[in-house]
């Protein structure tokens, strides 16, 4: 495209914009302070660098077997950067634990220390990422169907200090980055069949949990998911969401929202206005569940603009963190990283141009013809026009342009390995 077009078709959408009340400079300023955080593990199906990793279990499976699949810690490296190279804006990087700089060396859980994360820390700094970080409870002989809840106290403690020295980690790397690091606890806990000892595992994961978080730490914040189920533990879930909702409430942590958590009649949008009455943050995963919590890229779907409209009308964008976590391995890995991240940042584009006060105004005047129709308006206004300039003065390809990009990576780098 060319950039006076570009330009043109923004001044046009900046007049309609402006004769319903809303400023596209501004917003253009806001998506520049919007940040995602990247999930590390779309590029190699969530293998991470463990010397003596298994097969990826604890409910969750990525499928397909397209080729490219990052191999190493410097492929990953190479193909993060790439994909940044195609998204407008600063985004932050979210590890995994089982992503650490091993360098050849059998690391336990239960070992894992900030020197395998040094790399990283001196990585996001060289190439002005900020990094967030996960324990990793999955793909180890320990994992089982319980963790944090196992009634065997030893595996119990083994995953208690695991997530405390990931704490340790992400303090480390928040305090390195000087931003604070999110660190997002997730565990697969949960029972195939029919069990009765509820009460039991859920007790024990709030007292697991307490004793984590025991020690405050200044530079990390503590984030907490449920769902509702993982392959092959249908039957229960420990962390539910209930559960969660409930810890994160009384605790004061920030509650995670992955969008393929839910009954698939639920709408996670709905949950922004009411759990933050209590809560003080969210995470966002943002995903795309379909038929199960299946991970697929992540689109611009009615339920992903949903959630980011509820974010936006409720003025709780600085409230709320943007992660990204699907894992999709039958599809050029790169360019699912750049079809959701540019998705993602659409979908908040798009709430933050909604004529939101006229709207509003409308609403609470009891004017509710008006009030529907500027919605439905508002779903047509030119809201690509900014989308375009918005790459455009971020140096990166404007519309399907990133296609070809992509395509000559994977001729070069990816399809190589
Ligand atoms: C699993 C959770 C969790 C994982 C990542 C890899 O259902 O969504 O967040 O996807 O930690
Ligand atoms: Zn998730």
């Given at each position: 495209?060319?950039?006076?077009?570009?330009?043109?078709?923004?001044e046009?959408?900046?007049?309609?914009?402006?004769?319903?009340g809303?400023?596209?400079d501004?917003?253009?300023?806001?998506?520049q302070?919007?940040?995602?955080?990247m999930?590390?593990?779309q590029?190699d199906d969530?293998?991470?660098?463990?010397?003596q990793?298994g097969?990826l279990?604890?409910?969750?499976?990525?499928?397909g077997?397209?080729?490219g699949?990052?191999?190493?810690i410097?492929?990953?490296?190479?193909?993060i950067?790439?994909?940044?190279?195609?998204?407008?804006?600063t985004h932050?990087?979210?590890?995994?634990?089982?992503y650490?700089?091993f360098?050849?060396k059998?690391?336990?859980?239960?070992?894992?220390?900030v020197?395998?994360f040094k790399s990283?820390?001196?990585?996001?700094r060289?190439?002005?990422?900020l990094?967030?970080?996960?324990?990793?409870?999955f793909?180890h002989?320990?994992?089982?169907?319980?963790?944090?809840?196992?009634?065997?106290?030893g595996?119990?403690?083994?995953?208690?200090?695991?997530?405390?020295?990931?704490?340790?980690?992400?303090d480390?790397?928040?305090k390195?980055?000087?931003?604070?690091?999110?660190?997002?606890?997730w565990?697969?806990?949960g029972?195939?069949?029919?069990?009765?000892?509820?009460?039991?595992?859920?007790?024990l994961?709030?007292d697991?949990?307490d004793?984590i978080?025991?020690?405050?730490k200044?530079?990390m914040?503590?984030?907490?998911?449920?769902?509702?189920?993982?392959?092959?533990?249908?039957?229960?879930?420990?962390?539910?969401?209930?559960?969660?909702?409930?810890?994160?409430?009384?605790?004061?942590?920030?509650?995670?929202?992955?969008?393929?958590?839910?009954?698939?009649?639920?709408?996670?949008?709905?949950?922004?206005?009411?759990?933050?009455?209590?809560?003080?943050?969210?995470?966002?995963?943002?995903?795309?569940p379909?038929?199960w919590d299946?991970?697929h890229?992540?689109i611009?779907?009615?339920?992903?603009?949903?959630l980011f409209?509820?974010?936006?009308?409720?003025?709780?964008?600085?409230?709320?963190?943007?992660?990204l976590?699907?894992?999709?391995g039958?599809?050029?890995?790169?360019?699912?990283?750049?079809?959701g991240?540019?998705?993602?940042?659409?979908?908040?584009l798009k709430?933050?141009?909604e004529?939101?006060e006229?709207?509003?105004?409308?609403?609470?005047?009891?004017?509710?013809?008006e009030?529907?129709?500027?919605?439905?308006?508002?779903?047509?206004?030119?809201?690509?026009?900014?989308?375009?300039?918005f790459?455009?003065?971020?140096?990166?390809?404007?519309?399907?342009?990133?296609?070809?990009e992509i395509?000559?990576?994977?001729?070069?780098?990816?399809?190589?390995r």
């Amino acid at each position: 495209m060319k950039e006076t077009a570009i330009l043109q078709a923004y001044e046009i959408a900046r007049e309609r914009y402006a004769a319903l009340g809303v400023d596209t400079d501004k917003v253009l300023e806001q998506m520049q302070d919007f940040h995602l955080s990247m999930h590390c593990w779309q590029a190699d199906d969530v293998k991470g660098f463990e010397v003596q990793a298994g097969a990826l279990s604890g409910g969750i499976q990525s499928t397909g077997n397209y080729p490219g699949a990052a191999r190493n810690i410097d492929e990953l490296r190479a193909d993060i950067l790439k994909a940044k190279s195609l998204i407008p804006g600063t985004h932050r990087l979210n590890l995994h634990e089982i992503y650490g700089d091993f360098q050849g060396k059998v690391v336990d859980r239960d070992e894992v220390t900030v020197d395998y994360f040094k790399s990283w820390i001196e990585w996001g700094r060289e190439n002005n990422t900020l990094l967030d970080f996960n324990s990793t409870s999955f793909s180890h002989p320990k994992s089982g169907n319980l963790s944090l809840s196992n009634p065997d106290k030893g595996i119990r403690d083994f995953w208690i200090e695991h997530t405390r020295r990931c704490r340790d980690i992400a303090d480390e790397m928040g305090k390195a980055q000087g931003d604070p690091c999110i660190m997002n606890v997730w565990v697969h806990d949960g029972c195939k069949d029919v069990s009765v000892n509820h009460m039991l595992y859920r007790s024990l994961l709030k007292d697991s949990l307490d004793k984590i978080f025991a020690e405050d730490k200044k530079y990390m914040k503590d984030c907490i998911e449920g769902k509702v189920f993982g392959i092959g533990l249908e039957s229960f879930t420990v962390g539910s969401h209930d559960f969660y909702t409930a810890y994160a409430a009384q605790r004061g942590k920030i509650l995670t929202i992955d969008t393929g958590h839910y009954h698939p009649s639920e709408v996670p949008g709905d949950k922004v206005s009411a759990v933050l009455q209590f809560v003080p943050e969210l995470m966002l995963h943002v995903s795309r569940p379909i038929r199960w919590d299946s991970d697929h890229v992540t689109i611009m779907d009615d339920m992903t603009q949903d959630l980011f409209f509820e974010i936006v009308r409720a003025g709780a964008m600085d409230r709320v963190h943007y992660g990204l976590d699907y894992f999709d391995g039958s599809i050029n890995r790169i360019g699912a990283y750049v079809i959701g991240s540019r998705a993602a940042q659409k979908c908040m584009l798009k709430a933050l141009l909604e004529p939101r006060e006229l709207i509003s105004r409308y609403e609470i005047e009891g004017r509710t013809f008006e009030t529907l129709a500027l919605i439905e308006e508002g779903k047509a206004l030119p809201w690509n026009a900014v989308y375009d300039l918005f790459c455009l003065r971020n140096g990166v390809p404007v519309g399907d342009a990133f296609i070809p990009e992509i395509l000559s990576y994977e001729k070069e780098v990816t399809s190589r390995r």
